[in-house]
């Protein structure tokens, strides 16, 4: 794995083409969790796009009460403020993980998209995210929460090391961390304004649970097990039963059967 370095913002600035994702950066060596850092300066009114980076996380939190490893200066942790009109809150579920993974695939082609927003490379997660919101009178705010394994090597945590990878792991090579995150706001930017049934039609494509049977955890309620056959444009997940019953399901992990090797 290559030696860590600090982030570089002037080769990021240099490969950020959009207007506004990202164009406002607020960068920290080290934080509890970018997710509070963020979700305080949007409190003191930060714009739409805001970009809260960390080399560290001491307190990382991951979906469900989980935390995220993440150790300094080999990965991406950063948490975005979004500002956007209701239309666009709403599917901000496809939108986010469609941008992460699109801009993955620049430097590991194979990476998929695993319902809810993870990012998975050869059945491993490389990514995960989650999506805090606040609703006011004065509009709705996200918080995109993005922590991407770039140049670390999680497989060296005995608690990982069958179920994560990184994307220097898979590409045989390093990952500019700059480049990576600059391509993230580009293609977000551009998503917030595309039309919604090209956006949803791009995640499906790079699913990697669509067609497959899968056993759903709903956050609330028991397990149940079927083919994942179709994703709406909010991000709900349909789920086809051995009874022929379709259910949709909106708050829940997910688990995919192995694929036969036959
Ligand atoms: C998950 O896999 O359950 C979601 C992980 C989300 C991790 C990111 S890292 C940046 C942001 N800050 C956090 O504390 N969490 C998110």
Redesign the pocket.
């Known amino acids: 794995m290559p030696e860590p370095a600090p982030f570089n913002p002037i080769t990021f600035m240099e490969a950020r083409q959009s207007r506004e994702v990202g164009k406002h950066v607020v960068y920290r060596e080290s934080v509890d969790?970018?997710?509070d850092l963020a979700r305080a300066r949007a409190n003191e009114g930060a714009p739409h796009g805001t970009l809260v980076l960390a080399e560290e996380?001491t307190?990382?939190?991951?979906?469900?009460g989980?935390s995220?490893y993440?150790p300094a200066m080999e990965n991406l942790?950063?948490?975005l403020v979004l500002r956007c009109p209701m239309d666009v809150h709403r599917r901000l579920p496809v939108i986010v993980p469609l941008a992460v993974c699109e801009a993955i695939r620049e430097f590991v082609p194979a990476a998929a998209v695993k319902w809810p927003n993870?990012i998975w490379v050869s059945e491993r997660k490389a990514c995960?995210?989650?999506i805090d919101a606040e609703i006011s009178a004065g509009g709705a705010v996200a918080f995109p929460?993005?922590?991407i394994n770039v140049n670390g090597d999680p497989t060296l945590q005995p608690e990982l090391r069958d179920i994560a990878t990184s994307l220097a792991r898979e590409a045989g090579a390093p990952v500019s961390r700059e480049r990576l995150l600059a391509g993230i706001c580009n293609r977000l930017e551009a998503l917030l304004e595309a039309d919604e049934h090209e956006v949803a039609l791009r995640y499906r494509e790079l699913s990697c649970i669509l067609g497959r049977e899968v056993t759903v955890h709903p956050h609330a309620g028991e397990a149940f097990s079927g083919m994942a056959t179709e994703i709406a444009e909010t991000g709900d997940l349909a789920v086809l039963m051995a009874d022929g019953r379709t259910e949709w399901v909106t708050a829940a992990d997910v688990t995919l059967r192995p694929k036969s090797s036959a």
């Open positions: 969790s970018t997710m996380q307190a990382g939190r991951g979906r469900r989980r995220f993440s942790y950063f948490t993870d995960g995210m989650l929460g993005i922590g």
